[in-house]
């Protein structure tokens, strides 16, 4: 049986228990040069998931300069996953870690299985949302009447991306094109009066080639760092109708209701108006495909204080364990390789200085959240010598 997460060991205690061992590893010096010459992340931990070795490869990864800062760390709290923090414990202890790949592998390895996972974390780097997928390869090691394991991390980010970007961008296009050229084959058959239907559903079509192929573009310069915004003043509630108009033709929409909340207010606030929208759009269409025939979906937007806030509900909730992976780019209730909706919004919602969450239950159902700021911040300047900004 694997061992359980322990919650109660102290830093300073599991840094001293962690360096105790480390002089196992630390004898010949040759054995040290040839693991950290390997190109891949190799680190050892004992009993208590902590590390007590890791090569240069992993100090590379985390931006260390010495072995020393690792030593007596759980590997989320040396990576900065954003869940390490969220219990007492740190790494391991919080619900989201239960389903963690590198948590699991660490876990098998001490119970004397050997196995592979792999593991997807959110971390913030540089003021930015940075999503890191790894494989995990725990081997276990015992050495002097001890229990550790050897864990080998592989970084499989760019992997994971252009599997993602194949299995949604290039059959979402396909399947739309498909559709355009059935359009265009029926043209040559159809009646004159006939025409101008097939015309707007032609028209409607390529739109939604285009707009894949925009929200690719956006996701792949913002996971960049590279994302250019356009500040605007606009208002809430136009956004809102015209997407709600937009995802009423939509083919996701099929039987299923839009309901714009308050749709007479007016709610202005200043941002780059294209992203607000693909957020917001993307929470539209989630939430109609989560939807059964006949439901209906509700918009809505309020102001308070500096901050503007737009929501969509639908009925029916989340189960709890998809709750927990929900953010991660990989991970999507619509079968594999779909994860690039939630993990998208959040990751474009960091560019525009807010925030997107989502509270669901059964009994009142899903509604995500996107979080502004009603005025665009200005750019902090630096005051000179003589005093200018």
Not at 118 to 131: I, N, V
Not at 151 to 156: G, H, P, Q, S, V
Not at 204 to 232: C, F, H, K, W, Y
């Amino acid at each position: 049986m694997a061992p359980s997460l322990s919650r109660t060991d102290s830093a300073s205690s599991a840094q001293s228990d962690a360096r105790r061992p480390e002089v196992f590893f630390a004898a010949g010096a040759l054995a040290r040069q040839l693991l950290d010459a390997l190109p891949g992340v190799l680190l050892v931990l004992n009993g208590q998931r902590r590390i007590v070795y890791a090569n240069r490869a992993l100090l590379d990864l985390c931006g260390l300069a010495d072995e020393a800062a690792c030593v007596g760390q759980r590997i989320g709290d040396l990576l900065d996953c954003e869940h390490a923090s969220q219990a007492p414990g740190g790494c391991g202890c919080a619900e989201p870690c239960e389903t963690c790949g590198a948590v699991l592998a660490l876990l098998s390895g001490l119970a004397g299985v050997g196995t592979t996972r792999e593991c997807s974390l959110t971390r913030l780097r540089d003021e930015r949302l940075e999503a890191l997928d790894l494989r995990a390869e725990a081997t276990p090691l015992r050495h002097q009447e001890e229990n550790f394991v050897v864990m080998a991390l592989t970084d499989i980010s760019h992997e994971k991306r252009r599997q993602v970007l194949e299995n949604i961008f290039f059959h979402d296009v396909l399947n739309l094109m498909g559709s355009v050229r059935g359009f265009t084959e029926l043209l040559q058959s159809y009646d004159l009066e006939r025409r101008p239907e097939i015309y707007r559903l032609l028209h409607e079509a390529s739109g939604q080639v285009i707009d894949e192929i925009e929200g690719q573009r956006l996701l792949l310069a913002a996971e960049r760092g590279a994302l250019r915004l356009a500040v605007e003043p606009f208002d809430g509630m136009e956004l809102l109708t015209g997407l709600a108009d937009l995802y009423r033709a939509h083919p996701v929409c099929g039987e299923r209701h839009i309901e714009v909340l308050s749709a007479g207010e007016r709610m202005s606030l200043v941002s780059d108006r294209t992203l607000v929208g693909r957020i917001v759009g993307n929470m539209l269409k989630n939430a109609l495909e989560a939807c059964a025939e006949g439901e209906t979906v509700t918009l809505g937007c309020r102001v308070e204080a500096s901050w503007a806030e737009f929501f969509v509900h639908n009925p029916g909730g989340i189960p709890p364990r998809i709750q927990r992976q929900i953010f991660k780019r990989s991970f999507s209730t619509k079968g594999d390789d779909r994860g690039l909706g939630t993990y998208g919004m959040r990751l474009l919602s960091g560019y525009l200085r807010g925030e997107v969450r989502f509270a669901s239950a059964v009994e009142m159902g899903t509604r995500f959240f996107l979080r502004l700021p009603v005025s665009w911040p200005e750019p902090k300047k630096e005051v000179g010598d003589d005093g200018e900004r």
